[in-house]
């Protein structure tokens, strides 16, 4: 039974603006080389958007299953995002630089599941890497590959409502 969600921050929760991937990309790797400002990091933080169908739905889901993210990237950024998109109503949050492991390694997925309590064979894994199913099925962990907001979005209603009887 599943009762929990993962969900890739970038490409699920999260949208680059188009308008502005030239400048994201050089924030970015200043934020890898730890040399961005504290300004640039807020600029990067504030540079996405919510993917809005999905955010509109977080308090439904919440009804029925813990929630968290699991990010790869600087955790300079992480007390930003919730600042501006205020995730942390919904869901934890569990970022690579933080923890010391990337994914795909099963045990950045293990260390968001132990934070929520529960089994990974009871999660749903979202992301739009699709390099990473292999590493959530060895864990048990039924996935869905975001190829877009659009089609993830509609994939994972479609699992909730065939699998759980749950519409959004």
Not at 26 to 47: R, V
Not at 69 to 85: A, F, I, R
């Amino acid at each position: 039974m599943i009762k929990a969600i993962l969900f890739d921050w970038h490409g699920v929760l999260v949208e680059s603006d188009k308008n502005n991937i030239v400048r994201e990309h050089i924030l970015y790797n200043k934020l890898k080389n730890n040399t961005a400002s504290k300004d640039e990091i807020i600029e990067i933080a504030k540079s996405f958007k919510k993917y809005e169908p999905l955010w509109e739905v977080l308090p439904e889901l919440k009804k029925y299953f813990k929630m968290c993210v699991v990010n790869n990237g600087p955790k300079s950024t992480c007390e930003y995002w919730d600042q501006y998109y205020g995730y942390s109503e919904f869901m934890d949050f569990v970022n690579s630089e933080a923890e010391g492991v990337e994914k795909p390694a099963p045990e950045i997925y293990k260390i968001a599941c132990e934070r929520l309590g529960v089994n990974t064979d009871e999660v749903i894994y979202m992301d739009d890497n699709c390099g990473f199913p292999e590493e959530t099925e060895r864990l048990d962990m039924k996935f869905i590959h975001w190829d877009s907001t659009e089609s993830g979005f509609r994939k994972f209603k479609k699992y909730l409502l065939e699998n759980m009887n749950i519409e959004l």
